[in-house]
């Protein structure tokens, strides 16, 4: 089934067992998106682009299915972590070929979980586990004593357990270094139910899109904000893009997008060489994508270096070019071809890309690209407001108010609901 657009993502349209198919024969890196998540994807950049290398994206909350359908396009089955990953070790149970990994919990719950597991399944398929302390992720030393520890347990499974948006972030910066892993789970507070530490909601909560309500109960000091403050201006964008109006910045989805989609979007490679390119860096998982695309002779360095690393660099500045100005900046024109171009632009009144693609020297969706790039240069706030700004830690946008949210949100899930019944 084709993949559902909620506001800036695609939820891939799965049920559970055909994941868990994928998951056992070709691998992958799962994402789990909630309310939580897609507010926080409006505005973070990190754990956007986490989500673009997903090749996984399945939806973790019952609200969203209910809203998925409100909008025309319905969700088949809702697949939290927490019902993913026993699902998975059982599908895997005699697949000797699985070796998981726990990464999270407080000291000694994933260990628990880890017997309790291995009981469950008849085997050692939780081969080892690890709880590193609060703001590891900051300590680079840390990281690299984890990623040595994963690689020399011989796991081909990384469960981690750290809550998001957190989890996910760490998969997609060292997921390339860990040599023998296949199946990437973000799985949050799953260790702990495991573990028998947490309990979850009752099955009907879950069943009926109630299971933030017993968080809510359980845990209020640590959970209220993000469900009471923080998920409210979800509902103000589905409202959006119900009417057509939702719209998500441009420069920020550039931002987020890995480099081999960037040189497809631009027109440089084809989705044909963007795929051959990744299957070759699967195989060879110490190179970079960059690296494979220049040997194939399909593009320069100096074009890799530029989408790779000056084009962030040129946004952040807030710097508006003119489109020679950009071509040459990306090595794509070179200095005498830009000087050729604008002298017969002076002699014809012919536009700079015009001429650019009539002598053959770049392709037209390059050139419409850069232009985009050109026209939001100077970045302005979307109607989302969501306001993007290098040297500020962006806070959640908000709705014009609260109440107004928190009463739309009401009336979407009554909606829903009145659908599911008929």
Not at 46 to 61: N, P, Q, T
Not at 193 to 201: L, M, T, Y
Request: hydrophobic share 40%; with cysteine.
């Amino acid at each position: 089934m084709k993949p559902v657009k909620l506001l800036n993502i695609e939820i891939d349209n799965l049920s559970m067992k055909e994941l868990l198919e994928k998951l056992t024969h070709a691998g992958g890196f799962v994402v789990t998106p909630n309310i939580d998540h897609l507010v926080k994807l409006q505005n973070d950049l990190e754990l956007l682009k986490a989500y673009k290398i997903a090749e996984y994206r399945v939806c973790d909350s019952k609200i969203l299915q209910y809203i998925s359908k409100i909008l025309g396009n319905p969700i088949t089955e809702k697949i939290s972590g927490s019902d993913l990953f026993p699902a998975f070790y059982q599908y895997n149970k005699n697949n000797e070929k699985v070796k998981i990994f726990l990464l999270g919990a407080e000291a000694g719950v994933a260990e628990k979980a880890k017997i309790k597991i291995n009981q469950q399944v008849e085997r050692e398929i939780v081969v080892d586990t690890y709880s590193p302390d609060f703001g590891f992720e900051k300590d680079e030393l840390e990281c690299e004593k984890i990623l040595d520890k994963i690689n020399k347990s011989g796991a081909t499974v990384l469960a981690v357990g750290l809550g998001a948006p957190k989890q996910e972030k760490w998969i997609a910066k060292y997921k390339n270094q860990l040599v023998n892993v296949k199946v990437f789970l973000g799985i949050g507070a799953t260790i702990d139910f495991e573990a028998g530490c947490v309990r979850r909601s009752p099955k009907w909560m879950s069943q009926v899109g109630l299971e933030w309500l017993f968080r809510l109960a359980s845990e209020p000091q640590r959970l209220w904000r993000r469900y009471l403050v923080e998920s409210l201006p979800f509902f103000g964008y589905v409202i959006q893009q119900k009417l057509n109006h939702y719209q998500f910045s441009w420069l920020l989805e550039l931002q987020s997008l890995p480099l081999g989609l960037r040189l497809k979007k631009a027109g440089l490679i084809s989705a044909e060489q963007l795929q051959a390119a990744l299957e070759i860096k699967e195989q060879q998982r110490h190179r970079l994508l960059g690296e494979i695309i220049v040997e194939k002779g399909w593009v320069s360095p100096e074009v890799i270096d530029f989408f790779a690393k000056e084009l962030d660099d040129l946004i952040e500045s807030q710097q508006a070019l003119r489109l020679g100005e950009y071509l040459g900046k990306a090595n794509i024109l070179t200095t005498k071809q830009i000087s050729s171009i604008l002298n017969e632009q002076s002699l014809t009144g012919k536009r700079f890309g015009e001429i650019a693609v009539k002598k053959g020297w770049v392709k037209p969706e390059t050139i419409d690209w850069f232009l985009c790039l050109q026209q939001v240069g100077k970045y302005q706030p979307q109607s989302t407001s969501i306001v993007f700004n290098s040297n500020k830690k962006n806070k959640n946008p908000v709705p014009q108010s609260y109440k107004t949210a928190l009463i739309t949100g009401l009336i979407m899930l009554l909606t829903a609901n009145n659908y599911l019944s008929h």
